[in-house]
């Protein structure tokens, strides 16, 4: 029994070997990709418009709304990013409907490549929009004392990033696996169903997560009060 | 007991003790968070989607206890390092 998709490799060439979290996010990738370009190829204002181009405006301004209610005006400057952390961590989770598909996500890799585009992108969103001694200051406010918090408490929601999210998928491929040696059909449908809905909720706590984090980097001192 | 069987007794026992004592917490926690947001959604039904929202989020980060725990649980049994060193131990000799 695996723990993850990183077990499985597919080719080997020398050190650099390709497993199946890696194939299966190239998939994804190029899903993704492929298919936006494809929608929005022809975009148009009318009466009524093509379903695809109706789907992918309800998801964006569903996102841009999010965005816009954590607190992060305007929404447009971070749509990209955390847009595509939603939609990535969404349809990687969704697709565990396929038979014989395992979500990248449920490897400890991929969460915490994630994980570190969030860490990263805090202190860069905050500098730019605030300056580098604006975002520095607001490390020793309210006093010197909570310096040392404030940096163990970055690394620690990093890390709480990467491991709810593996834990979360990691542990409903493992119980799916486990239930179909035991029970017959319909019991691991109802687990699997209850899996989807998990992945679901588990993409948007992240980009909201990211989205909160961002803000408390952005806004400034005065807005708090 | 030699050391191969006290580690494999460890750590059956402790990954049951970890899922076991650390699923408690959370599930308390979940438990009163769920109350509190029906108890505001019934004087405030108007502010329901930010109530489930927040409630949502709150649940998340509550969960994420019970998954580190099961996550240790899982090392326990499946990837435990001590296991595979005194294994290759037993091997090599």
Not at chain 1, 136 to 148: F, G
Not at chain 1, 209 to 222: K, N
Not at chain 2, 35 to 51: G, R, W
Not at chain 2, 84 to 93: D, I, N, P, W
């Given at each position: 029994?695996?723990l993850s998709?990183?077990?499985?490799?597919?080719?080997?060439?020398?050190?650099?070997?390709?497993?199946?979290?890696?194939?299966?996010?190239?998939?994804?990738?190029?899903?993704?990709?492929?298919?936006?370009?494809?929608?929005?190829?022809?975009?148009?204002?009318?009466?009524?418009?093509?379903?695809?181009?109706?789907?992918?405006?309800?998801?964006?301004?569903?996102?841009?709304?999010?965005?816009?209610?954590?607190?992060?005006?305007?929404?447009?400057?971070?749509?990209?990013?955390?847009?595509?952390?939603?939609?990535?961590?969404?349809?990687?989770?969704?697709?565990?409907?396929?038979?014989?598909?395992?979500?990248?996500?449920a490897?400890l890799?991929?969460t915490?490549?994630?994980?570190?585009?969030?860490?990263?992108?805090?202190?860069?969103?905050?500098?730019?929009?605030?300056?580098?001694?604006?975002?520095?200051?607001?490390?020793?406010?309210?006093?010197?004392?909570?310096?040392?918090?404030?940096?163990?408490?970055?690394?620690s929601r990093?890390l709480a990033l990467a491991v709810r999210l593996f834990g979360n998928m990691m542990s409903g491929s493992m119980l799916?696996?486990i239930?179909?040696?035991?029970?017959?059909?319909?019991?691991?449908?109802?687990m699997?169903?209850l899996g989807?809905?998990t992945?679901?909720v588990q993409?948007?706590i992240?980009?909201?997560?990211?989205?909160?984090?961002?803000?408390?980097?952005?806004?400034?001192?005065?807005?708090?009060? | 007991?030699?050391?191969?069987?006290?580690i494999a007794a460890t750590s059956i026992v402790t990954a049951g003790l970890t899922t076991g004592i650390g699923c408690l917490g959370p599930a308390l926690g979940e438990g009163r968070a769920v109350?509190?947001?029906?108890?505001?959604?019934?004087?405030?039904?108007?502010?329901?989607?930010?109530?489930?929202?927040?409630?949502?989020?709150g649940l998340a980060m509550i969960e994420s206890i019970a998954i580190y725990c099961f996550v240790v649980s899982m090392i326990l049994i499946f990837a435990n390092p001590f296991w595979?060193?005194?294994?290759?131990?037993?091997?090599?000799?």
């Open positions: 029994m695996h998709p990183d077990e499985r490799i597919l080719w080997q060439y020398g050190p650099l070997k390709l497993n199946v979290t890696i194939v299966t996010t190239w998939v994804l990738m190029a899903l993704l990709s492929v298919g936006s370009h494809r929608v929005t190829r022809r975009l148009i204002i009318a009466e009524r418009i093509p379903r695809w181009q109706c789907f992918v405006e309800i998801l964006v301004a569903g996102i841009r709304n999010a965005i816009a209610s954590v607190g992060l005006e305007p929404p447009d400057r971070h749509l990209p990013f955390l847009g595509t952390l939603f939609v990535f961590i969404a349809s990687a989770n969704l697709l565990t409907v396929l038979p014989g598909y395992e979500p990248p996500t490897s890799s991929t915490a490549a994630l994980a570190v585009c969030v860490f990263v992108s805090v202190p860069l969103f905050g500098i730019t929009e605030r300056g580098l001694l604006a975002y520095l200051k607001s490390y020793v406010k309210p006093t010197v004392i909570m310096l040392p918090f404030h940096i163990i408490s970055e690394f990093t799916l696996a239930l179909l040696s035991i029970t017959p059909f319909i019991f691991p449908i109802f699997t169903v989807l809905l992945g679901m993409a948007y992240f980009s909201i997560l990211a989205a909160v984090f961002i803000a408390a980097a952005t806004r400034t001192h005065e807005e708090w009060d | 007991m030699d050391s191969l069987t006290w109350a509190s947001a029906l108890s505001s959604l019934a004087q405030q039904p108007d502010a329901a989607p930010t109530i489930t929202r927040t409630l949502f989020v595979s060193h005194v294994l290759t131990q037993t091997a090599g000799k």
